[in-house]
């Protein structure tokens, strides 16, 4: 142990040191010098002081410098301060561009780095260009990490190979503690923003019942999810999604460039795909989730638009870059797997491409049209009815070309959900063309008659919730009448607002500004246009001329085996809510002969024990409601934090 005056000695040493090296503009000796008083007294503040010098040290920028700092930072800084804990992330970047000089320095400038790469351990050049020398007796870096090399004499020569080796795996080794370290920050800052499951189901959280430790406490949100949580959500999954790039990249780059078949960065990256894009899919869970739209996030359009700016017009690409890659992994593994998954990976394409500002190239209908020209190929032409089987099977649409001896085509169903979404963003949104394509999409989902193929089931609630607003909207215009009015959870608005945010900033009008621009004949064809618009979204909801149902599949896909995030609740009871929106309009926009079939649906489910109390709850007074005034009366029905339907109509 140090013996205080023989620190404050040293220290006040490494200040004149500092000093006398900057006022000759050897910004790399006072760095060192910094650094070293960092590490002796513990203190930040110089750590930062090395790292500024060592950025703006002469010819090139010390990055083994910096990497020095992060290595201290990493270990001893507060990483619950996003700053510190950004700066650390940042140099994770800085590693693997160490990596690929010493893996094989390919310019002559990347020689120079590694150079200075050798000097800053103490290692220093030789009339053999093959080996380096070094001074024990001077106590170089060196031999803080590598011991034994004290033991030799004054001055020793040795193999540049087998020094650029050790500094190398000594990189890897530290590099692998830091990422598990880092990960390990971004997880417990963004579980702190991040809403506890029960919670959210309005249950009590049974986090640590089964641990002996008594003290242990859920780390999630048991709260409303406030803008300022959720902006500091997303912030955690930035900083994830940054550091999820630099690795991939700095590894993939690493690994071309390595001779030596010895030195694997393999273990830095996942196998399993979810593992690899685990941060993409943190922020897509974020932003799309499967429980409600959260209604607070959304309430007018301009604070959604501030919580996505950073989102969609970042100071950095990393988020774009990532998420482009995710995506077209996630195209790539549909393509040559399980290519029935086509509409879900095409639905999340069109609409996050929007959503974060991708600018995807090629763009996402032109991957589409590359799907469709190769399922073209396979497309078998000898019997249409085989033709159609396989077509269903596959999340697939027909056309016959009469003018082509009946030759069949074919196209992903989800063109018609991407010719809805081109709609309403559009320079001149028409509601009406959007509504029409979108339901268009759900009669061909309903047709197929196969739940495999249906989007992802957060992705088709949010269209459903939105286009049942837009319905409910042209519906009450084209009516015309002053106590025509419907009611509809505040989290559905909030859906509108969300949506809009995609498109509005580049061209375009909001939706409910598009909606009062269309222009309508106010006639009875209208009229039956929006109601049989209507029937259509109700229809797959509930099996009503639909070979696919809803309510039957997402109930039935619960599994309380599962992880409470796993189980489903969240999505049956968003379900659920949107069949209370459309028995609450039955009669106005609603054809009543629809009634018996949504309620009888909703009759049929068993309520099992497993349930949620809410869930259950709200399900029961459904089954033993003796009319529509029931259901609308009933004070169980209004689910939490506003997102059920209000005791009257």
Request: charged share 30%.
């Amino acid at each position: 142990m140090m013996e205080t005056s023989e620190k404050n000695e040293i220290c006040k040493n490494l200040d004149q040191a500092f000093f006398t090296l900057q006022d000759l503009d050897n910004k790399l000796g006072a760095g060192e010098a910094n650094l070293l008083r960092g590490e002796l007294t513990g203190e930040i503040e110089f750590i930062n002081k090395a790292f500024g010098a060592f950025l703006n040290s002469k010819p090139y920028k010390s990055e083994i410098g910096q990497l020095e700092c992060m290595h201290w930072m990493v270990h001893n800084s507060d990483l619950t301060d996003r700053k510190n804990l950004g700066k650390c992330v940042i140099g994770m970047r800085n590693l693997f561009g160490i990596l690929s000089v010493l893996a094989k320095p390919v310019n002559d400038k990347e020689k120079t780095r590694l150079s200075e790469i050798f000097k800053f351990f103490g290692f220093y050049p030789t009339g053999d260009e093959n080996k380096l020398v070094f001074y024990p007796g001077q106590q170089p870096r060196a031999l803080k990490e590598w011991p034994k090399r004290k033991e030799q004499a004054f001055k020793c020569e040795e193999e540049k190979v087998r020094i650029r080796t050790d500094i190398f795996n000594l990189l890897v080794k530290r590099g692998k503690k830091w990422k598990e370290i880092l990960e390990k920050a971004i997880f417990t800052g963004r579980n702190k923003r991040r809403q506890c499951q029960f919670f959210m189901l309005g249950e009590p959280c049974n986090f640590g019942n089964d641990s002996a430790d008594n003290s242990s406490r859920c780390p999630l949100l048991h709260a409303s999810l406030s803008p300022k949580s959720f902006d500091l959500l997303t912030e955690y999954d930035m900083l994830a999604v940054e550091l999820e790039l630099y690795i991939d990249q700095g590894t993939d780059e690493v690994t071309k460039r390595i001779e030596d078949k010895q030195s694997d960065l393999s273990s830095f990256i996942p196998k399993e795909q979810q593992q690899r894009y685990k941060a993409c899919i943190w922020l897509l869970e974020d932003l799309i989730p499967e429980n409600y739209h959260t209604a607070s996030l959304s309430s007018d359009s301009e604070k959604v638009k501030y919580l996505l700016k950073k989102l969609r017009y970042p100071k950095h690409s990393h988020v774009r870059q990532r998420m482009i890659k995710y995506l077209g992994c996630l195209y790539d593994g549909m393509r040559f797997g399980e290519r029935k998954d086509n509409i879900k990976v095409f639905v999340m394409i069109r609409f996050v491409n929007h959503l974060l500002n991708l600018d995807m190239n090629p763009k996402p209908g032109e991957i589409m049209k590359q799907f469709d020209d190769a399922m073209n190929k396979e497309c078998p032409q000898n019997q249409r009815r085989k033709t159609k089987e396989w077509a269903k099977r596959l999340g697939l649409m027909v056309d016959y070309d009469e003018y082509d001896n009946g030759k069949a085509y074919v196209q992903s169903i989800a063109k018609r959900f991407c010719d809805g979404y081109d709609e309403i963003m559009g320079a001149n949104n028409n509601p009406s063309e959007a509504l029409i394509q979108f339901t268009k999409f759900c009669v061909l989902l309903s047709n197929a008659g196969s739940a495999d193929i249906l989007p992802h089931c957060n992705h088709f609630l949010l269209w459903m919730e939105y286009y049942t607003i837009v319905a409910f909207c042209l519906s009450a215009k084209v009516h015309n009448t002053p106590n025509f009015f419907f009611v509809v959870p505040e989290s559905f608005i909030s859906v509108v607002y969300f949506i809009d945010t995609t498109f509005v900033q580049e061209h375009g009008v909001p939706t409910f500004e598009a909606v009062q621009r269309h222009r309508m004949k106010r006639t009875i064809e209208d009229m039956k246009l929006f109601h049989e618009r209507l029937r259509k979204l109700i229809g797959i909801v509930c099996g009503f001329d639909s070979k696919i149902n809803l309510i039957q599949h997402v109930f039935q896909s619960i599994n309380p085996e599962k992880p409470i995030e796993e189980k489903g609740y969240g999505i049956a009871e968003r379900l659920l809510v949107l069949a209370l929106v459309f028995i609450c309009i039955l009669g106005k926009s609603v054809r009543p002969e629809m009634e018996t079939k949504l309620m009888g649906e909703l009759c049929k489910l068993q309520v099992m024990d497993e349930y949620p109390a809410r869930l259950s709850n709200a399900l029961k007074q459904v089954q033993q409601a003796d009319s529509l005034a029931d259901i609308r009366r009933s004070p169980d029905l209004t689910l939490k934090e506003g997102r059920g339907l209000p005791a009257v109509l």
